[in-house]
């Protein structure tokens, strides 16, 4: 049964610093990994979605990244903003005929002015 | 519509009383899931719905709950007889084509049962 962990659960960063998010899996035979945000009392919003030949997506400020055999991701942060403070989570999609995502239970992030 | 909306955004009730959770997708979308977040927990799947077919229902948690599609568009969740343990939120979400794709959330409903 695929395990998805994050590590730290919470992260406080001065603003204006890059900095990385990690996701770890224990199986490595995955289909693709998304990247969300979830703000306080909101919904989920997706950020990146990697195939599973994909080592790496970007958009804008922020870098997925990719290591299946080391089953391992990471979403690197650039210059950060206090809008980016959110929680963020991965999420694994076993195989194509799977269709449940599992999830970790994400970071906590705090970007302080 | 532009994005998932799901309803109501809150919903208190008694322990016994039945709740129904509404979910419309992104338009167009096939794929549609329900997932709970208890507090302080990660996300549970509960249902996903190709089309109007529900080919994986593993993640209802018992015979209480059950859900439905129509018109390969609004999906409603409804928890019999709500327990206590109910309490969480709801979420909501659609994807375009097959369930490999990107998925995009509704902000949830809150069920807090008394």
């Known amino acids: 049964k695929q395990e998805v962990t994050q590590i730290p659960a919470a992260l406080s960063v001065p603003e204006g610093e890059n900095l990385v998010l990690n996701c770890s899996f224990t199986?490595?035979?995955?289909?693709?990994l998304q990247w969300f945000r979830q703000d306080p009392g909101k919904g989920l919003t997706s950020l990146l979605l990697i195939q599973s030949s994909q080592r790496e997506q970007t958009s804008g400020r922020l870098n997925a990244s990719l290591d299946k055999s080391s089953g391992r991701s990471t979403l690197y942060i650039a210059a950060s903003q206090p809008g980016d403070s959110a929680t963020y989570l991965c999420a694994i999609l076993q195989t194509a005929g799977s269709y449940q995502l599992t999830f970790g239970k994400g970071t906590k992030l705090s970007v302080i002015p | 519509g532009a994005g998932v909306s799901q309803s109501p955004s809150n919903k208190v009730t008694e322990k016994g009383k039945d709740v129904e959770l509404r979910c419309d997708p992104i338009s167009g979308h096939t794929a549609l899931y329900w997932y709970r977040q208890r507090l302080g927990q990660g996300l549970e799947f509960l249902i996903y719905f190709q089309g109007n077919s529900a080919p994986d229902k593993s993640g209802l948690p018992s015979d209480r709950f059950s859900a439905e599609r129509t018109g390969e568009s609004v999906s409603t969740l409804t928890i019999q007889r709500t327990q206590q343990e109910d309490s969480a939120v709801y979420l909501c979400?659609?994807?375009?084509?097959?369930?490999?794709?990107?998925?995009?959330f509704g902000e949830g409903s809150r069920l807090t049962v008394l």
């Open positions: 199986d490595s035979a995955i289909y693709n």
């Open positions: 979400a659609s994807s375009h084509g097959r369930h490999t794709g990107e998925l995009f």
